[in-house]
């Protein structure tokens, strides 16, 4: 069979059926008779799944070095795929993380931030510089001048759905709800599963939803545990009746957000308790959906993207009050975790994998980040965005393909909150503030002038800063270049009004089902989750 190009399918029929049956006769010189039939191209738009773990750290994947924690499916895409040593989340927890990937922006410039916040029922206090996310109550959102990945791609005609964890906003009236932002479908929870709320008189417990509808409530309607069966079955329905169509597919497991859960058919199966059995299941549920592609004939048009939001909440195993010390993932010889700029709370684990496409068994070295996610797909798409809109990732399509080509960017800013904390300048990476190495057992912020350079290729676990020219020779060049970086990134940066201040008790997800309480404004209570 002969595939014709757009091209040559505008050709005249008669010139085109001299020109191919001359292109047979000098190939074969046995051509009697030809027939033909113009076949249109097809359609170049691959379908896409991105699939967005929860507090997964560089050590629990085992070609990330897990010694603990089975991963084959992981594993196998990485085999087949490429695996990304140097790919970096925007923000270290979840809200923010997730609002930049959505958007390609820093959720400094999405209003993905706190900068006051409730301290022990007190007025409101200025919070510089803090780890935050919206909660049940919280009134904010991304807003609607920010263009999301879904609103693009559906642009583009694909069709889209979220499967899973949303957490980038709900508003007083479902305004900031992923069928608000793009979505055509959604099947998931607005937030994490937190936990069972009891009577629900002071917060209600979260729901599980379709589209704007609750179906209803975690631990209370819905057995939990069984939420990441649930939503492969619902990933696995959108392949089946959207075969014919370019679709993208955002798929949230959340079963390693503490507290973390896995389904009777995984409990109990890993070596590192209900943490390792929640990541278990994702793999192979990950499998399932690489199953049904290639069952579809759908493998070599479908890109597939895995990583983590942020590194692993390693605060678990130093608060008593919470679940489990072992409700946390590893990062590995990484330092830090979670809510932390250090590279165990920014640094992920990541695989692209398109068989025929990405080249297999490749590593990349080169820095790359989520916010990337966005421009790469839409070029893949073949969607453009208007002129003059500004994002702060790249198209890393150059990566995926070429493997000798180099990361885009010259350098990756790391901001915590409304603060810039690091600065990435190709291996070497500047701390500018520090704030400890956990989530809520943290020292205040602490400035360092100069700022603390490692060589995060040689010294992975951030250990040795270098103190001159003497430890490198390149020190003097990388001091200046991070430090100019770092003030053009700030003077340059537009900072979007904050959506994490603001809580009401009225807002969120009580109705229909429950009743509203009055409303309470104050300002939203710290930290996050």
């Not at 896409?48 to 507090?55: C, E, Y």
């Not at 980038?168 to 998931?188: A, D, S, T, W």
């Not at 975790?337 to 992920?348: C, H, P």
């Not at 966005?374 to 453009?384: D, F, G, I, K």
């Amino acid at each position: 069979s002969v595939r014709i190009s757009p091209h040559m399918a505008s050709t005249p029929p008669l010139l085109l059926k001299i020109a191919l049956s001359f292109l047979c006769y000098l190939l074969t010189s046995q051509c009697l008779s030809f027939s033909f039939a113009v076949v249109e191209a097809a359609d170049p738009r691959p379908n896409v799944i991105v699939i967005l773990a929860d507090d997964v750290g560089w050590g629990d994947v085992g070609a990330y070095g897990s010694p603990s924690i089975k991963t084959p499916v992981l594993d196998g895409m990485i085999r087949e795929g490429l695996k990304f040593n140097y790919l970096y989340t925007a923000q270290p927890i979840c809200t923010p993380a997730r609002g930049a990937m959505l958007s390609g922006r820093q959720p400094v410039r999405v209003g993905m931030y706190q900068n006051i916040q409730q301290v022990n029922g007190s007025s409101c206090q200025d919070a510089p510089g803090q780890s935050s996310v919206l909660w049940w109550n919280s009134v904010g959102g991304l807003q609607n001048d920010t263009l999301l990945l879904p609103q693009m791609m559906s642009r583009g005609g694909y069709h889209t759905a979220l499967v899973g964890k949303w957490h980038v906003g709900i508003g007083r009236h479902y305004e900031y709800l992923p069928m608000q932002k793009g979505f055509n479908e959604f099947y998931g929870t607005p937030l994490w599963h937190m936990t069972d709320m009891g009577d629900e008189k002071e917060a209600p417990d979260v729901p599980l939803m379709e589209g704007n509808k609750i179906l209803g409530r975690l631990y209370k309607d819905i057995d939990t545990s069984e939420l990441t069966q649930m939503y492969l079955a619902r990933v696995l329905s959108i392949i089946d009746a959207h075969k014919s169509d370019p679709f993208f597919i955002y798929y949230a497991p959340d079963g390693t957000h503490e507290p973390t859960y896995a389904s009777k058919a995984f409990q109990n199966t890993s070596a590192r308790g209900v943490y390792g059995d929640a990541m278990q299941e994702m793999d192979w549920s990950i499998g399932q959906i690489l199953n049904k592609l290639k069952d579809l004939n759908l493998d070599k048009n479908t890109l597939v993207f895995w990583s983590s939001d942020n590194g692993p909440a390693l605060y678990t195993r130093s608060i008593p009050t919470m679940w489990s010390k072992l409700q946390a993932g590893s990062a590995g010889p990484l330092k830090g975790g979670k809510g932390t700029t250090w590279e165990g709370g920014i640094r992920m684990p990541g695989v692209a994998y398109w068989p025929g496409r990405i080249e297999p068994n490749r590593v990349s070295y080169e820095p790359c980040s989520l916010l990337d996610i966005m421009p790469t797909l839409l070029e893949l798409a073949n969607v453009s965005l208007p002129n003059g809109y500004v994002l702060d990732g790249v198209s890393m399509t150059n990566i995926l393909f070429n493997s000798s080509s180099k990361s885009r960017h010259e350098f990756l800013y790391h901001w915590r909150g409304d603060t810039l904390y690091a600065v990435t300048y190709g291996h070497y990476k500047a701390h500018f503030w520090t704030q400890g190495d956990q989530m809520y057992t943290i020292p205040e912020m602490q400035q360092h002038n100069p700022p603390l350079i490692f060589n995060v290729m040689n010294d992975v676990s951030e250990q040795f800063p270098l103190a001159g020219p003497q430890d490198d020779p390149q020190y003097a060049t990388v001091l200046a270049a991070v430090s100019q970086a770092y003030q053009r990134e700030i003077a340059s940066m537009v900072k979007a009004k904050p959506q994490f201040n603001i809580c009401d008790d009225a807002a969120g997800m009580w109705s229909p089902d429950l009743p509203t309480p009055p409303s309470n404004v104050t300002c939203c209570v710290g930290g996050g989750n």
